[in-house]
């Protein structure tokens, strides 16, 4: 075997003896939480053994793309090892120091993260010396290369996106965040032409069918030009996709799901109340049966928050609630698809001739500027009876179904977001002297360098990963929930670090690394808060 192969080898070897202390915590975690009934009453160890297993995840996914990438990315065996080396050695001081909390035995711990083959390859595996010479393949490199894709569409998909992201994205992203300006219509009707609406659309309702993984790739090329720009604009009309395939009748998915895929229409997905987040299930914003003009329908009356693209949307996906009874919980909320004529600016008043109205104002934010995120305030607005999705009642979990789609595609933006930082840091560390010399050829920005590579490279796989399981069952939502868990946190220290090798210009907001920084803070927070979804979703998919 060639050195690389012999790497790797080693690497899937840690692997398996952390998957087997990780299995045994979590059988543990099963027990104490009564199969993740009480999470509640263990919140503080759900959420260990939550970021645990998502590691322990990305380590293997990392590792299984290495040994397929071959001589295809030169990096792989390098960062897998690494990866795999800095997981392993978490997992061994994390049981080491929470022995009665893990309950894994002593002696499992001593054959597995515990043992001599396992202290030989983390030693070797985490040496500074290996992460430096990464860095300053990075820095020579300006960046990574690409991700290496066995599918020849995914490919041709990246390619087709990165040069529109690039050549017209890019030259927008800046003045779009410094004025925050709304996204322009002719980013809007580029990814339009182009398909970008309709990737994971099937065919027969216009769209091109092509699945998660372009999907995912497409995200993360436009997320590196800008988070905010094009990064984020396929998300919103992807989870109401979700939401009509897995609910729609046949009649609503004709009539909606090609205007979707073609960028006819715009939608915003509209879920979160000003005293309701995480706890989906109370909401309270009303839809009352009636009548207008002999037409039957629902009167909505009530208040929304954080309603991303609610002004220049042309429709928005609204969790409401049917049942009056708040005791019904989950089970009295109901999924509409509310029209509404598109908006510019911040602010916007839409009247209709029976009197209903939607009033929204754009929240000031410090990042994820250019689609702007919207209070609403809604009295009796009128939404035809068809246009209730999947009956009453079953809201919730149509949304839910959303919202798994929403986090895939959260990892992507995250990986993307976390890659232009890591490229605008190498650029930089070339360009950059002090004390006589490139800041490149420093070996703590060599270090800090190879250190953000390698989890670029984890959090990308174990998104991709998350894709091909979403292409096997929609119906899964952890693995999902676990790219958006990594990857955000990766973005989130990548960029600060990213803007640390910067210096005081990267405090500037004339450098894009700025503005890298404050669009990653929204990415742990929104499609479920990182608590939230560590502990509701994660935790509860893990022990339950």
């Known amino acids: 075997m060639s050195l690389s192969s012999e790497a790797v080898e080693a690497a899937r070897a840690s692997n398996e003896r952390l998957r087997k202390a990780v299995d045994a915590a979590l059988e543990n975690g099963r027990t104490i939480t009564n199969k993740g009934r009480d999470i509640d009453q263990h919140q503080v160890h759900s959420e260990r053994l939550a970021y645990l297993a998502t590691e322990a995840l990305a380590a293997e996914t990392l590792v299984t793309y290495a040994a397929q990438a071959h001589d295809n990315d030169p990096f792989a065996a390098e960062c897998a090892t690494i990866f795999a080396g800095q997981v392993a050695s978490r997992a061994r001081a994390q049981l080491g120091d929470f022995p009665e909390a893990f309950g894994v035995p002593a002696s499992l711990v001593a054959d597995t993260v515990g043992s001599n083959d396992a202290a030989r390859f983390i030693a070797e595996a985490v040496k500074d010396a290996r ?18 894709l066995e599918s020849e569409e995914a490919r041709l998909t990246r390619e087709t996106v990165r040069d529109f992201a ?24 580029k990814m339009a032409e182009l398909g970008f ?9 216009g769209g091109q069918g092509m699945g998660n993984l372009a999907m995912i790739v497409t995200t993360e090329e436009l997320s590196a030009a800008s988070l905010a720009a094009a990064g984020s604009l396929i998300t919103r009309p992807e989870i109401l996709t979700k939401a009509l395939l897995a609910g729609g009748s046949e009649e609503q998915k004709k009539h909606w799901l090609p205007k979707l895929a073609a960028g006819e229409i715009m939608a915003a997905i509209s879920v979160t109340e000003p005293d309701t987040g995480s706890d989906v299930a109370s909401v309270k914003v009303r839809a009352e049966k009636g009548e207008q003009n ?54 916007f008043v839409m009247k209709q001739p029976g009197g209903g109205t939607i009033e929204g104002k754009a929240d000031r934010t410090p990042g994820y500027r250019g689609m702007h995120s919207y209070t609403l305030q809604i009295d009796r607005y009128f939404v035809p009876a068809e246009n209730l999705v999947g009956g009453e009642g079953k809201g919730f979990y149509l949304q839910m179904s959303g919202f798994a789609a929403g986090r895939l595609q959260t990892g992507g933006r995250a990986s993307g977001l976390a890659q232009a930082a890591l490229e605008a840091a190498a650029q930089y560390a070339n360009e950059r002297s002090q004390f006589g010399q490139p800041i490149g050829s420093y070996q703590l920005t060599q270090f800090k360098l190879g250190r953000m590579a390698v989890e670029i490279a984890a959090a990308r796989q174990l998104t991709y990963h998350a894709a091909r399981v979403f292409d096997q069952d929609e119906g899964r939502a952890l693995e999902p929930a676990m790219a958006k868990l990594f990857a955000c946190d990766v973005a989130v220290r990548t960029t600060q670090e990213a803007q640390q090798l910067h210096g005081g210009w990267g405090f500037a907001e004339e450098f894009p690394i700025c503005r890298y920084v404050v669009d990653a803070l929204v990415l742990p927070i929104f499609e479920g808060v990182k608590p939230i979804l560590e502990l509701k979703v994660i935790a509860r998919s893990l022990l339950g």
């Open 131 to 148: 992460i430096e010479a990464l860095g300053r393949e990075v820095v020579a490199r300006r960046g990574t290369p690409d991700s290496w």
């Open 166 to 189: 690039r050549s017209e994205v890019a030259p927008l992203a800046q003045h779009i965040h410094l004025n925050d300006d709304l996204v322009p219509e002719s980013i809007i009707g």
């Open 197 to 205: 609406f309709g990737l994971a659309v099937p065919e027969q309702y």
């Open 294 to 347: 002999g037409k039957a329908g629902y009167f909505i009356s009530g208040a929304k928050a954080w309603c991303t693209f609610a002004g220049r949307a042309n429709v928005i996906a609204m969790l409401t609630r049917t049942d009056p009874d708040l005791a019904k919980g989950a089970k009295g909320l109901s999924l509409f698809i509310v029209p509404k004529d598109s908006f510019p600016g911040h602010e």
